[in-house]
T-cell receptor, first 111, second 113 residues
Framework: DGGITQSPKYLFRKEGQNVTLSCEQN?????MYWYRQDPGQGLRLIYY???????QKGDIAEGYSVSREKKESFPLTVTSAQKNPTAFYLC??????????FGDGTRLSIL | QKEVEQDPGPLSVPEGAIVSLNCTYS??????FMWYRQYSRKGPELLMY????GNKEDGRFTAQVDKSSKYISLFIRDSQPSDSATYLC?????????????FGKGTLLTVNP
């Protein structure tokens, strides 16, 4: 989706390292979401934010952190406490009564 | 019982076939139903969005919702090789917690030329 930019496309993490995934949107939507997708699994919600400076845990928040300092940005940090971080991470935005729209994801792997 | 069940396939059909993809669910509070298409190494793309029971058609795609049976379907007519992808169903409740989508695991479809 052209209005949602996730970077980088691929990311490698060393043991004990924190890494941050970027999600930026120019759609002026209030709500932003982070999901994790594993092979053969549905999408699982990590964190979501419905307004600037506020966010809530999803179903699998342990080992992750987020911030929402600007409406257009919702970065996700995968901390060293997340013991199984290898996955495809998807950012979504929602607004105007429409369903969620997704970015093209970041694939995180362990070195 | 999982909230949303979706046969993972894989499903392989010849070009031009009619494809039927299905999900069942257990939570009667679900009111909004979506189908997303996901190409390999890409994010899900919204295909269809329906509210409550009934049918919705968009080109070669038809979405059906049967709330009495807790069953949703996506039909693809005249399937094309470019339809080869994983199809995810998703649904959500109306009301206070209406932010959250619950996804099926996805069905992998291959359309052979």
């Amino acid at each position: 989706d052209g209005g949602i930019t996730q970077s980088p496309k691929y990311l490698f993490r060393k043991e004990g390292q924190n890494v941050t995934l970027s999600c930026e949107q120019n759609l002026n939507h209030d709500a932003m979401y982070w999901y994790r997708q594993d092979p053969g699994q549905g999408l699982r919600l990590i964190y979501y934010s419905q307004i600037v400076n506020d966010f809530q845990k999803g179903d699998i928040a342990e080992g992750y952190s987020v911030s929402r300092e600007k409406k257009e940005s919702f970065p996700l940090t995968v901390t060293s406490a997340q013991k199984n971080p290898t996955a495809f991470y998807l950012c979504a935005v929602q607004g105007g009564g429409q369903p969620q729209h997704f970015g093209d994801g970041t694939r995180l792997s362990i070195l | 019982q999982k909230e949303v069940e979706q046969d993972p396939g894989p499903l392989s059909v010849p070009e031009g076939a009619i494809v039927s993809l299905n999900c069942t669910y257990s939570n009667s509070a679900f009111q909004y139903f979506m189908w997303y298409r996901q190409y390999s190494r890409k994010g899900p793309e919204l295909l269809m969005y329906t509210y409550s029971s009934g049918n919705k058609e968009d080109g070669r795609f038809t979405a059906q919702v049967d709330k009495s049976s807790k069953y949703i379907s996506l039909f693809i007519r005249d399937s094309q090789p470019s339809d080869s992808a994983t199809y995810l169903c998703a649904m959500k409740r109306s009301g206070g917690s209406n932010y959250k989508l619950t996804f099926g695991k996805g069905t992998l479809l291959t359309v052979n030329p």
